[in-house]
C-alpha cells in the first residue's frame, strides 16, 4: 500500500497522470494545482474547454480550497466522506482551468482509504475525474479502459494502479451549494400607499382574501382608466401558501388548473401569467424570459419568490401596478397574509 | 417513417432521430434557462438561449445516425415537436424551428404533447429494436417529474383520460425543495435517493402522507412542505440527521404515490402500469412500485434507458409515430401555437 502511495506521489510531483482507483470508478490523477499536468489530463481526455473537473481532497484542505459558510460547513461534515461531488466558490488555489466559468469548484472527499491516505500524504488537491474518455461509458476496469485508448493517449499515461475490477458503484452525486447571484427585493424599493393584513385559517379563506384584492384592483384600475398590467409580487417561506394564493386569483378569473410552476418558471393561461422565480439563480436567466414582453396592459402577473425580482423590479415599476403581498407562518395551521397597495 | 423530433418544453434543447420505436440518435443540450447542472456542457454555450442553439443540436442528432445517404433533412418522412405544456418560451423556440424545417424541405409536422412522450417512454426502443416489449392496453399510467404528478388510463394508443393529478407541487419538485430546505443545495432529488439509500432508506420520522384520505387520485405535496419545514424549524440545528431526514421525506413522498397507485389499481381493476418521468429514475421507488405490483400480479414498465426518465426527444418521436400512422398531421402549420398548460 505504501508502496503504491509513495509511487504515485512521485509521479504527481512531477507533472504526471495516473490512473488511480476511486471509490466509484477508476479515476485519472494530476496534481489539480499543476497547470501543465492539467492542460495535459484535458488534453488525454478530450475533454471540451470550460467544462469543469472537480478534485480530491480532504478536511483539512477544504477550506483553503472553497468559501464555506457555517450552515454548509454542517452539511458538508455530515455528507462527506461521501460518494457526493460539492460545488462551492472557489478559492481559486487550484488550477483555473478545473473551475467552471462561475468560478465554481468541484470538490470530492470519498469514502475510500486509498484516495484519503495519497491526499493526507500529498497535501494537495488531485483532480478526480474519470479516467474514461468524454461521453463514453465509466470504466470499472483496467483492460476495457486501456483498450479504448489510442497509442497516443496509452503513453501520456504515467502510471497505472490495477485494483483489478471494481465494484459498480454509481458515478457520484452533484450537489450545488452555490448561492444564487440575483438581486433581492429591499424594502422601499417601491413605495406603497396602503397595507392591509388578514389572517388565514385555511386554503378556502386564501384563497378568498386573493380573490378580495384582485376584483377590487381591477375595478380601482379601471376607475383610474390605468392602462396598465397588474403585478402581484408574493414573498412568504416554503409552504406558506404563495400558490394557494395564486389559485385565488386564477379562480376568481375562470381559471382552474393552475398548480406549482417551480419546474418550467412560468405558466401561461391566456393573459394571466404565473411565475415562481425560485430556481432563477443567476440574472443572467432573466434576460431569457423576456418578462418585458409581457408588461402588456390587461395582463396580470404573478410572482412568487418575489424577493429575487430584484434585477427586474425597476422594469416592473415602469410599466405595472404592483401589488406586494408578503406570507407568514403564525403557526403551522394560520397565516398572515399583508397586502401593500 | 423517419422523423426528426424536437422538445424544447423545459430546459432542456432536444432533437431525435426515430423510426417507429426505434431511437436512431437522441442529442440533449442542458443548461437552457437554469445552466447550473454542473458539469454538464461547455457553460459558455449554454449561457445562450435556445435558439442559439437549436441548429447545432439538429445537426448533431442527424450526423449522430452516421448514414448521411440514410438520413438527411431531405430523407426524413415527418418532423414532430412538442406543442405543451411547459414553459411558453422555450416551447416557442422548438415550435418555430419545427415549422421552419416542415416548410423549407416540405414535410408534414406533428404536435405532440409532452405528457404523451412520458408515457410512451417504456416503449421506446434503442436502434437495436430493445426492449421488445409489445403493448397490451388498457395500462395504469402514472407521470411522476419535477412538473408533473398524473395518474393516466392509457386506453390505447393515443387514447388517455386523466383520473387524477398534483393540486400543487409536482412530487419531483417536492423532493427538490426539502432538499433545498435541508441545505442540500440543487438539484435536490438525486442527492435525496443517495443519502436516503445510506440512512437504509426507513422511515424515522413518519411525516403526513397528504390526500391518502381523499377518496379521488389527486396528489398535494404542499401540506408535507409544511410540516416538514416546521419540523426543522423547531429541531436544534445541530441535531439535525440529513440522511434519517432525506430517507423519511422521501418514504413520506414515495408511500403517498404507491397508495395512491393501490387506489388507482383498485378503482380502474387495471393491473398493468407504465410509469415514465424523471423520479421514477429513482431505484427506491422502481422498487417499491415492483413489490406493489407483485401483491396485484399484474406487471410495472419503466423506461430502459435513463435519459428516457428526463426530458428527451426521443419520446416525442416515438410518439408521433403513432400519430403518423393514424394520419394525425398538423392541418395549419401556420396556426400552430404553443399550448403551456395543455393537458392530455
Given at each position: 500500500m505504501k508502496d503504491i502511495i509513495n509511487k504515485t506521489i512521485n509521479v504527481l510531483e512531477n507533472g504526471g497522470l495516473v490512473i488511480f482507483p476511486s471509490d466509484t470508478v477508476y479515476g485519472l490523477l494530476c496534481d489539480a494545482t499543476n497547470e501543465e499536468a492539467v492542460k495535459k489530463l484535458i488534453q488525454f481526455k478530450n475533454r471540451p474547454p470550460g467544462k469543469a473537473i472537480s478534485v480530491f481532497c480532504d478536511f483539512n484542505l477544504l477550506n483553503e480550497l472553497v468559501k464555506i459558510t457555517k450552515g454548509q460547513e454542517k452539511i458538508i461534515k455530515e455528507i462527506l466522506?461521501?460518494?457526493?461531488?460539492?460545488?462551492?466558490?472557489?478559492?481559486?488555489?487550484?488550477?483555473?482551468?478545473?473551475?467552471?466559468?462561475?468560478?465554481?469548484?468541484?470538490?470530492?472527499?470519498?469514502?475510500?482509504?486509498?484516495?484519503?491516505?495519497?491526499?493526507?500524504?500529498?497535501?494537495?488537491?488531485?483532480?478526480?475525474?474519470?479516467?474514461?474518455?468524454?461521453?463514453?461509458?465509466?470504466?470499472?476496469?483496467?483492460?476495457?479502459?486501456?483498450?479504448?485508448?489510442?497509442?497516443?493517449?496509452?503513453?501520456?499515461?504515467?502510471?497505472?494502479?490495477?485494483?483489478?475490477?471494481?465494484?459498480?458503484?454509481?458515478?457520484?452525486?452533484?450537489?450545488?451549494?452555490?448561492?444564487?447571484?440575483?438581486?433581492?427585493?429591499?424594502q422601499g424599493d417601491v413605495v406603497f400607499s396602503e397595507t392591509k393584513t388578514f389572517l388565514s385559517k385555511s386554503v378556502d379563506k386564501t384563497k378568498s382574501i386573493a380573490r378580495g384584492v384582485i376584483l377590487s384592483e381591477a375595478k380601482n384600475l379601471a376607475k383610474r382608466k390605468l392602462n396598465k398590467p397588474l403585478i402581484f409580487i408574493i414573498e412568504g417561506e416554503m409552504g406558506v401558501g404563495k400558490t394557494v394564493f395564486v389559485k385565488g386569483i386564477g379562480e376568481s378569473l375562470g381559471i382552474k388548473n393552475i398548480i406549482s410552476p417551480t419546474f418550467v418558471i412560468y405558466y401561461e393561461y391566456g393573459n394571466f401569467y404565473h411565475f415562481d422565480l425560485y430556481q432563477i439563480e443567476d440574472k443572467e436567466e432573466f434576460k431569457h424570459l423576456k418578462i418585458d414582453k409581457l408588461l402588456k396592459p390587461k395582463n396580470i402577473l404573478c410572482f412568487e419568490w418575489g424577493e429575487k425580482a430584484g434585477e427586474i423590479i425597476d422594469l416592473l415599476k415602469s410599466k405595472g401596478k404592483i401589488i406586494y403581498v408578503k406570507m407568514e407562518y403564525v403557526n403551522e395551521k394560520e397565516r398572515e397574509i399583508k397586502i401593500n397597495i | 417513417m423517419l422523423i426528426l423530433a424536437i422538445d424544447t418544453s423545459c430546459d432542456e434543447t432536444s432533437v431525435a432521430i426515430t423510426d417507429g420505436r426505434k431511437v436512431l440518435s437522441n442529442v440533449i443540450y442542458s443548461q437552457v434557462l437554469l445552466h447550473k447542472k454542473w458539469g454538464g456542457v461547455v457553460p459558455s454555450i449554454a449561457k445562450r438561449a435556445h435558439e442559439e442553439r437549436i441548429d447545432f443540436v439538429v445537426e448533431e442528432a442527424l450526423r449522430k445516425v452516421g448514414n448521411k445517404n440514410f438520413c438527411s433533412l431531405q430523407n426524413i418522412d415527418a418532423i414532430a415537436v412538442t406543442q405543451g405544456p411547459g414553459l411558453a418560451v422555450a416551447l416557442e423556440v422548438g415550435i418555430k424551428k419545427a415549422k421552419e424545417l416542415a416548410k423549407k424541405y416540405n414535410k408534414k409536422l406533428i404536435s405532440v404533447n409532452h405528457l404523451e412522450g412520458h408515457l410512451y417512454s417504456p416503449f421506446v426502443q434503442n436502434s437495436q429494436s430493445n426492449p421488445k416489449i409489445d403493448f397490451k392496453f388498457p395500462y395504469l399510467g402514472l407521470i411522476i417529474s419535477g412538473g408533473h404528478t398524473e395518474f393516466v388510463i392509457f386506453k390505447n394508443h393515443l387514447e388517455y383520460e386523466v383520473i387524477g393529478s398534483t393540486l400543487d407541487d409536482a412530487a419531483g419538485e417536492a423532493l427538490d425543495k426539502a432538499a433545498k430546505l435541508l441545505g442540500l443545495g440543487y438539484p435536490g432529488g438525486p442527492m435525496i435517493e443517495r443519502l436516503a439509500k445510506e440512512a437504509g432508506n426507513k422511515d424515522f420520522h413518519n411525516f403526513p402522507r397528504p390526500m391518502l384520505k381523499s377518496n379521488d387520485l389527486n396528489f398535494s405535496f404542499s401540506g408535507l412542505k409544511t410540516s416538514f419545514?416546521?419540523?426543522?424549524?423547531?429541531?436544534?440545528?445541530?441535531?439535525?440527521?440529513?440522511?434519517?431526514?432525506?430517507?423519511?421525506?422521501?418514504?413520506?413522498?414515495?408511500?403517498?404515490?404507491?397508495?395512491?397507485?393501490?387506489?388507482?389499481?383498485?378503482?380502474?381493476?387495471?393491473?398493468?402500469?407504465?410509469?415514465?418521468?424523471?423520479?421514477?429514475?429513482?431505484?427506491?421507488?422502481?422498487?417499491?412500485?415492483?413489490?406493489?405490483?407483485?401483491?396485484?400480479?399484474?406487471?410495472?414498465?419503466?423506461?430502459?434507458?435513463?435519459?428516457?426518465?428526463?426530458?428527451?426527444?426521443?419520446?416525442?418521436?416515438?410518439?408521433?409515430?403513432?400519430?403518423?400512422?393514424?394520419?394525425?398531421?398538423?392541418?395549419?402549420?401556420?396556426?400552430?401555437?404553443?399550448?403551456?398548460?395543455?393537458?392530455?
Open positions: 466522506p461521501g460518494p457526493f461531488t460539492i460545488i462551492l466558490p472557489s478559492k481559486h488555489k487550484v488550477c483555473k482551468l478545473l473551475e467552471s466559468e462561475k468560478g465554481t469548484l468541484g470538490i470530492r472527499i470519498p469514502k475510500y482509504q486509498l484516495i484519503n491516505q495519497l491526499i493526507q500524504r500529498y497535501k494537495k488537491p488531485v483532480t478526480a475525474t474519470s479516467a474514461n474518455l468524454a461521453n463514453r461509458p465509466s470504466r470499472y476496469s483496467i483492460k476495457t479502459l486501456l483498450n479504448e485508448l489510442s497509442g497516443k493517449q496509452r503513453q501520456m499515461i504515467d502510471l497505472v494502479i490495477d485494483f483489478g475490477q471494481l465494484p459498480r458503484n454509481k458515478p457520484s452525486t452533484v450537489v450545488d451549494l452555490t448561492q444564487p447571484n440575483v438581486k433581492i427585493l429591499r | 419545514y416546521y419540523f426543522l424549524k423547531n429541531q436544534p440545528h445541530f441535531t439535525l440527521r440529513v440522511k434519517e431526514l432525506s430517507s423519511s421525506f422521501q418514504e413520506a413522498v414515495f408511500d403517498t404515490l404507491i397508495k395512491k397507485t393501490e387506489k388507482a389499481i383498485k378503482q380502474t381493476k387495471i393491473n398493468r402500469l407504465v410509469i415514465g418521468g424523471g423520479v421514477i429514475a429513482n431505484m427506491r421507488l422502481r422498487k417499491l412500485f415492483r413489490d406493489l405490483i407483485k401483491k396485484y400480479q399484474g406487471e410495472v414498465l419503466f423506461p430502459s434507458y435513463k435519459y428516457l426518465t428526463g426530458d428527451n426527444a426521443a419520446m416525442i418521436g416515438v410518439v408521433a409515430g403513432f400519430k403518423a400512422k393514424k394520419g394525425l398531421f398538423v392541418k395549419d402549420i401556420d396556426e400552430l401555437d404553443r399550448l403551456p398548460r395543455w393537458s392530455l
